[in-house]
C-alpha cells in the first residue's frame, strides 16, 4: 500500500494535525452559526456507529439470494436500498454496478471523494488520496494487485467517476462454494473493498 500513501506537501502528516485542523473549523462553523456542537457530535455518532459497509454487505447478501431484489438493484439502486431502510444523504442518487464473469467493476472520485454513505459509511482515507484518484484511473489493475487481488487479463475493469449527483458501487459476484450459505452467512462475506471494486469476497479470491 506504499504507492497509495498520503503525499506529505499536500496532506497533514499526523492524526494530530487533522484532529486540529478539523477542530478549528468545527469553531468556527459554530461560531458562525451555521451549524451546531450537537448537530456535530450527532452525526459523527451516527456514521461511527450506525452507517458502514455493512449494510452495503445486506444489500448484496439480499442481491445474491433474491433475483428479482437484484434486478430492481441494478435498475434503479436508490429504491431498492429503501426497501431495506438504507437511504439518506450523499445516497440521493445511487447506481449499483454488477460484476460478471467478464467485467470487473472499479469505483473512484477523482474530482474529490464522491462515495454512497448510506451504503459505505464514510470513506476511507485512501480513497481520497490523489495517487488513489489518478491510477484508478490510468491503472486500475496495478491499484487491485496493491489490494491484492489480481483479476485474470481476460476480465474487462470499467472504472466509473462518482460525483455529488451520482455515486457509485460494486455488486460483487457471489463467492463459488457458498451455495449453502444463509443470507446471514453471505453477509459476513461481503467487505468495504469489494463494494469499492478494488477488491472481490475473500471466499472469492481463496475459490
Ligand atoms: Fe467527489
Redesign the pocket.
Known amino acids: 500500500m506504499a504507492t497509495l500513501s498520503p503525499q506529505p506537501s499536500t496532506f497533514p502528516r499526523s492524526n494530530e494535525e487533522i484532529a486540529a485542523r478539523v477542530k478549528a473549523m468545527e469553531a468556527i462553523l459554530v461560531e458562525k452559526e451555521l451549524i451546531s456542537t450537537d448537530a456535530i457530535d450527532y452525526m459523527s455518532s451516527v456514521y461511527e456507529k450506525e452507517v458502514g459497509p455493512q449494510l452495503g454487505a445486506k444489500i448484496v447478501a439480499r442481491a445474491w439470494v433474491d433475483p428479482e431484489f437484484k434486478n430492481r438493484l441494478l435498475a434503479d439502486a436508490t429504491s431498492a436500498c429503501q426497501e431495506m431502510g438504507v437511504g439518506g444523504m450523499q445516497g440521493e442518487e445511487m447506481i449499483a454496478l454488477e460484476n460478471t464473469d467478464s467485467v470487473n467493476n472499479l469505483v473512484v472520485?477523482t474530482?474529490?471523494?464522491?462515495?454512497p454513505w448510506p451504503v459505505l459509511g464514510l470513506p476511507p482515507n485512501w480513497y481520497k488520496y490523489p495517487a488513489y484518484r489518478a491510477k484508478a484511473v490510468r491503472n486500475p489493475r496495478e491499484v487491485m494487485a496493491e489490494f491484492g487481488y489480481f483479476p485474470d487479463p481476460s476480465i474487462e475493469i470499467r472504472v466509473w467517476d462518482?460525483?455529488?449527483e451520482l455515486r457509485y458501487w460494486v455488486l460483487p459476484q457471489r463467492p463459488e462454494g457458498t451455495e449453502g450459505f444463509t443470507e446471514e452467512q453471505l453477509t459476513e462475506l461481503v467487505t468495504r473493498d469489494s463494494l469499492i471494486g478494488v477488491s472481490v469476497p475473500p471466499a472469492a479470491i481463496e475459490a
Open positions: 472520485c474530482l474529490c471523494s464522491c462515495y462518482s460525483s455529488a
